[in-house]
Each structure stands twice: as C-alpha cells, then as structure tokens.
C-alpha cells in the first residue's frame, strides 16, 4: 500500500533526529481542513513515534507538533517548491531548456 511510505519516511525520520538531539518536531498537520479535529494521519504519526520511544529506538522526550499552514506559514514552503519543481519537470521546454540545468546542478 501506498498510504505505508510516509510512515515509513517519517519513522526513519525521527530516528535520524533522535540522533542529533531534536526534541520538538513540527510538521505538516495532515487533519482536514473541513474537519479540525486530529485526523487519522496526524494519529499515525503520534503513534509511529510512540511506538519508537517505547521500543527505546528514540528518546522519549521527542514531540511531534503537528501545525497547518494558518498556524505557521513556514509549513507550506516545502509544498510550494515540490509543486513548482514538480510543475518544471513535467514541462518539456524547461527540462531540456536553460531553466532546468540551474535547477539540475
């Protein structure tokens, strides 16, 4: 399934961070936007890192603050490169033309 790999990512994630000492992580809340309550994704990812602090793979003062773009505007950066990336890529004239090459290197 799918749905698996971002769980995945994130749990690899946070065991990298555990590594370098990161206590509070603040991440993209997946709730819907109609609905403000925690949404199943937001669960997973609160179980995944319970999970790994119970298994003592991370420590167990690490926090995942889930926010949305409202609540800190720096959150839709990330999402807003991967769509003009993405936009670039699919686009024949700037992956063969100049544009793509500054991209590329």
Same mark, same amino acid.
């Given at each position: 399934?799918?749905?698996?790999?971002?769980?995945?990512? %994130? #749990?690899?994630?946070? +065991?990298?961070? /555990? *590594?370098? $000492?990161?206590?509070?992580?603040?991440?993209?809340?997946? $709730?819907?936007?109609? !609905?403000?309550? +925690?949404?199943?994704? !937001?669960?997973? /990812?609160?179980?995944?890192?319970?999970?790994?602090? *119970?298994? !003592? %793979?991370?420590?167990? *003062?690490?926090? +995942?603050?889930?926010? #949305?773009?409202?609540?800190d505007?720096?959150?839709?950066?990330? /999402?807003?490169?991967?769509? +003009?990336a993405?936009k670039?890529?699919? /686009?024949?004239?700037?992956?063969n033309g100049?544009?793509?090459k500054?991209?590329?290197?």
């Amino acid at each position: 399934s799918q749905s698996r790999y971002p769980q995945e990512c %994130l #749990t690899e994630m946070l +065991i990298q961070l /555990d *590594g370098l $000492k990161l206590k509070d992580l603040i991440i993209d809340s997946r $709730k819907s936007p109609v !609905n403000r309550s +925690i949404g199943k994704l !937001n669960s997973d /990812d609160l179980l995944s890192l319970k999970l790994l602090s *119970g298994c !003592n %793979l991370i420590s167990r *003062g690490m926090k +995942i603050i889930h926010r #949305t773009d409202d609540e800190d505007y720096l959150i839709s950066i990330p /999402d807003s490169i991967a769509w +003009i990336a993405r936009k670039f890529l699919k /686009d024949e004239f700037f992956r063969n033309g100049k544009f793509w090459k500054i991209i590329q290197e």
